[in-house]
């Protein structure tokens, strides 16, 4: 953990450092750093500085904003995020502008969180379970099967609960902007095809760092390891895990069908995807290019909801192709397996799930499987 905050503080004073010299910066454009697995938060923050300092320098934009994701550029993360930068660049004539770097460039999810908490970048966009390590609040949407489609999950997050989880980390330096979405997990490995929660025994499976998807993984007789995302494939490669577990278009952008020979539509978990901005910087703004920025986050959840809609089959045609067995098993020996996660989990108390929030989030499931 200090080594992390000593990385992040260094590419914070080597964001200062080189924006301060920035003047001489004489490329117009971002540099943006080459793709890889998670760059060292130094590296990334004298990357992002010049990006910021060279918009600056070429005098163009006011404010010109740093973000990082953990997911390839062609991934619906980087799509929506560009999609966002495009529409505020044009709402503020050029005023507000956003340079994205992908691949986990500018470290891992929890990276991101912490740079927008240390002002080294400005925007990211994350799936929820690695924000555990910062609040409760999003954590009933780590509960297996708490949703059974795609149109459910996007009805809670677009509700009143939905939209009081996504501004619940205010306090923490965190401004939720929108939902954006990662998708319906799946397991990936290189043992068997899983079609039962007996066949997950004995797998060493890479999770995200979230107790409750690690407890998942146990009770079904796997043996979890968290691990940051830009370390997954690597890790695949060499063997040291056997299988990890994402939505469709997470597996098909990273070319997991290099690494793993089957992917089960488990479905196990979705994953929401909040977009925050760093709360100081957003206050900072004036109140026009606030407006600005909040409007093109509104209006690019519905495109960024589109592009996982079809990389859900696009995804998992070009898994085939790559040659990927894919099986679709029966969900409820997982969901059976897996019930003992709401006793466990749902009370009050750290690391818990509000019964409260739960409660909320269950009434408008409800309503919204009987107004089918
Ligand atoms: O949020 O870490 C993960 O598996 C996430 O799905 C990915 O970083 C996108």
Redesign the pocket.
Known sequence: MKKRVLAITMATLLCVGVFAGCGSTSSGTATKPAAGSAGSAAAAGSAAAAATGSAAASGKAEFAMIGG???PDTHP?MLGMNKIGELVKQKTNGAVTLDMFGNSQLGS?RDLIEGLQLGSLQMT???T??LAGFTDSFLVFDLPFIFSDTETARAVLDSDVGMEILHSVDDQGLKGLTWFE?GF?NVTNNVRPITAPDDLKGIKI?T?ENQMHMAAFQIMGADPTPM??GD?FTALQQGTIDA????IP?VATNHFEEVQKYISLTGHIF?P?PVFIAKDYYDSMPEDYQKALQEAATEASPYQREQIDEQNVSGLEELRQGGMQDNDPEKAPFQKATAPIYDQYIKEGSGMVSPDIYNRVKEVIDSSSSAK
């Open positions: 994701t953990s997911v993360y999810e966009c994350v799936s379970a690695p990662n997990r890479r995200m940051a995302m997954v990890e577990e994402n939505p997470i994953s995807t």
